[in-house]
T-cell receptor, first 114, second 113 residues
Framework: GAGVSQSPRYKVAKRGQDVALRCDPISGHVSLFWYQQALGQGPEFLTYFQNEAQLDKSGLPSDRFFAERPEGSVSTLKIQRTQQEDSAVYLC????????????FGSGTRLTVV | GDSVTQMEGPVTLSEEAFLTINCTYTATGYPSLFWYVQYPGEGLQLLLKATKADDKGSNKGFEATYRKETTSFHLEKGSVQVSDSAVYFCALSPAGTASKLTFGTGTRLQVTL
């Protein structure tokens, strides 16, 4: 597609519920990133894929967070047993390999845990 | 580890005023530096970038110069418009890779008539 598409745009979850956030990157973009942006803060890195390989997951805050990209295109970020501190905007970005700064961000999914 | 520090906002300016948003960084080697902008209700957009010392990135009247000696990448615009009202994020990534970005906390700019 023309841009990075994320769904849903908004998600309200009850505490303890599992959620799945989807990212559809730009076609052909090898690299895919997930970021978490808390209210009033800058985005914080969560995890990075190159094709289907998850090369860096150092930013995932706990083992309740899991990301996958099984076919090297669409990615899903899953959060199990959501907690209130998980409330944030989750941003996905994709990039052409080797293209410095060519990150394109999606509009994000705003997750609110109540 | 890598870090980015940018001036706290909000910054409120009248239209046609001069804008400076300060950004300094801590990183090993020669990272690439970026400014991203987030307009209300929209996603992050790349505004400009610089990949080596003394490079100047520019776009839409905005400029920033990569200063290795002061580890800075200050954003400037000579004459702001109401439409420039947004949140501006300074960011860096390690040199030579399409690696993760480290962002500052963002600076909100509000331009009034």
């Amino acid at each position: 597609g023309a841009g990075v598409s994320q769904s849903p745009r908004y998600k309200v979850a009850k505490r303890g519920q599992d959620v799945a956030l989807r990212c559809d990157p730009i076609s052909g973009h090898v690299s895919l990133f997930w970021y978490q942006q808390a209210l009033g803060q800058g985005p914080e890195f969560l995890t990075y894929f190159q094709n289907e390989a998850q090369l860096d997951k150092s930013g995932l805050p706990s083992d309740r967070f899991f990301a996958e990209r099984p076919e090297g295109s669409v990615s899903t970020l899953k959060i199990q047993r959501t907690q209130q501190e998980d409330s944030a905007v989750y941003l996905c970005a994709s990039s052409s390999r080797g293209r410095l700064g060519g990150y394109t961000f999606g509009s994000g999914t705003r997750l609110t845990v109540v | 580890g890598d870090s980015v520090t940018q001036m706290e906002g909000p910054v409120t300016l009248s239209e046609e005023a001069f804008l400076t948003i300060n950004c300094t960084y801590t990183a090993t080697g020669y990272p690439s530096l970026f400014w991203y902008v987030q307009y209300p209700g929209e996603g992050l957009q790349l505004l400009l970038k610089a990949t080596k010392a003394d490079d100047k990135g520019s776009n839409k009247g905005f400029e920033a110069t990569y200063r290795k000696e002061t580890t800075s990448f200050h954003l400037e615009k000579g004459s702001v418009q109401v439409s420039d009202s947004a949140v501006y994020f300074c960011a860096l990534s390690p040199a030579g890779t399409a690696s993760k970005l480290t962002f500052g906390t963002g600076t909100r700019l509000q331009v009034t008539l």
